[in-house]
């Protein structure tokens, strides 16, 4: 039984440039969420994906948007990269939307940003 | 004011200590709370789930205090193996599934 998995695991990246995570969800789950966990602080919800549509969106700016794809994975992109978008960026998957589903988390993607 | 706030640490505790945290949420509609553990450059992993009064897993309990809008977790007999950042989660459903996280208690346990 399949976990989340992200890729990459580490990326460096320099302002200004554009980045693509990707995330796959748990065997079974349809329902993906993204956050960015800055050093010393919990993570941050950024977006949720359901039904290859943004259902839920945290505090973040236009520069960060995401898709997810019929197999229920996801890809987070962010453009117009600064040097606060270096993060751990974790992807947490669920079963549907209006239940007390506990999210399961990926081992995230480390972005350095130069 | 944050929407879960945890006091940060670290508690610093010897093997087989009890170690008490309290988290405090500011959404009183909140239904739903998790605790989640957090090792050193690793996801956050699923430790326990609060709902209505409070449960318990072994060495670990977790209770809701709706009144005081505050959800605490107590560790019993301390491993090393307890050393970690401990997150308290406040779970928003009804047409999304969203966590809210705090920004965690660091527990250190030495020998």
């Known amino acids: 039984d399949a976990g989340v998995t992200q890729s990459p695991t580490h990326l460096i990246k320099t302002r200004g440039q554009q980045v693509t995570l990707r995330c796959s969800p748990k065997s079974g789950h349809d329902t993906v969420s993204w956050y960015q966990q800055a050093l010393g602080q919990g993570p941050q919800f950024i977006f949720q994906?359901?039904?290859?549509?943004?259902?839920q969106r945290g505090n973040f700016p236009d520069r960060f948007s995401g898709h997810q794809f019929p197999n229920y994975s996801s890809e987070l992109n962010v453009n117009a990269l600064l040097l606060g978008d270096s993060a751990l960026y974790l992807c947490?998957?669920?079963?549907?939307?209006?239940?007390?589903?506990?999210?399961?988390f990926g081992d995230g993607t480390r972005l350095s940003i130069l | 004011r944050k929407e879960v706030e945890q006091d940060p640490g670290p508690f610093n505790v010897p093997e087989g200590a009890t170690v008490a945290f309290n988290c405090t949420y500011s959404?009183?509609?909140?239904?739903?709370f998790f605790w989640y553990r957090q090792d050193c450059r690793k996801e956050p992993k699923l430790l326990m789930s609060?709902?209505?009064s409070g449960n318990e897993d072994g060495r670990f309990t977790a209770q809701l205090n709706r009144a005081s809008q505050y959800i605490s977790l107590l560790i019993r007999d301390s491993k090393l193996s307890d050393s970690a950042t401990y997150l308290c989660v406040n779970h928003l459903s009804g047409g999304y599934n969203k966590l809210i996280f705090g920004a965690g208690t660091r527990l250190a346990v030495h020998p």
């Open positions: 609060v709902y209505s």
């Open positions: 959404n009183s509609a909140s239904q739903s």
């Open positions: 994906y359901y039904e290859e549509e943004e259902r």
């Open positions: 947490a998957s669920s079963l549907g939307l209006n239940r007390n589903q506990a999210q399961h």
